[in-house]
């Protein structure tokens, strides 16, 4: 059983940044995969980005690329999530998730946390 937390979500207009947390909990978190994904209204929910506990291995989705970084602190057992150059369709509800391996958390979470919203304005 994993436990997620998110926080950081907010308005914020175009161009600009926020930072997400998710605070992880659990007794074998070190197995698991971390991920972000996100849902705008009206559409499926979409992978984000994936980082593991171990090692340096992160992976992001086309649509962010090099404007969006995870990242982790293995001490807190914490990810975050950093986006800049925000665009109006980041507009979302993002959610923390974590997988038993890479190849499930690029495409699902085994444990979703409850969400943050994220509004981007033009």
């Known amino acids: 059983q994993v436990q997620l937390v998110e926080s950081g979500g907010g308005l914020v207009q175009a161009g600009g940044s926020l930072r997400l947390s998710c605070a992880a909990s659990?007794?074998?978190?070190?197995?698991?995969?971390m991920g972000w994904f996100r849902q705008a209204p009206g559409k499926e929910r979409e992978f984000v980005a994936a980082?593991?506990?171990?090692?340096?291995?992160?992976s992001h989705a086309d649509s962010v690329k090099g404007r969006f970084t995870i990242s982790k602190d293995n001490s807190k057992s914490t990810i975050y999530l950093q986006m800049d150059s925000l665009k109006p369709e980041d507009t979302a509800v993002y959610y923390c998730?974590?997988?038993?391996?890479?190849?499930?958390?690029?495409?699902?979470?085994?444990?979703y946390g409850k969400g943050t919203l994220v509004t981007v304005s033009s």
């Open positions: 659990g007794r074998t978190l070190s197995r698991y995969y």
């Open positions: 980082i593991a506990w171990s090692g340096d291995r992160t």
């Open positions: 998730a974590a997988a038993l391996s890479h190849h499930i958390i690029v495409r699902k979470g085994d444990y």
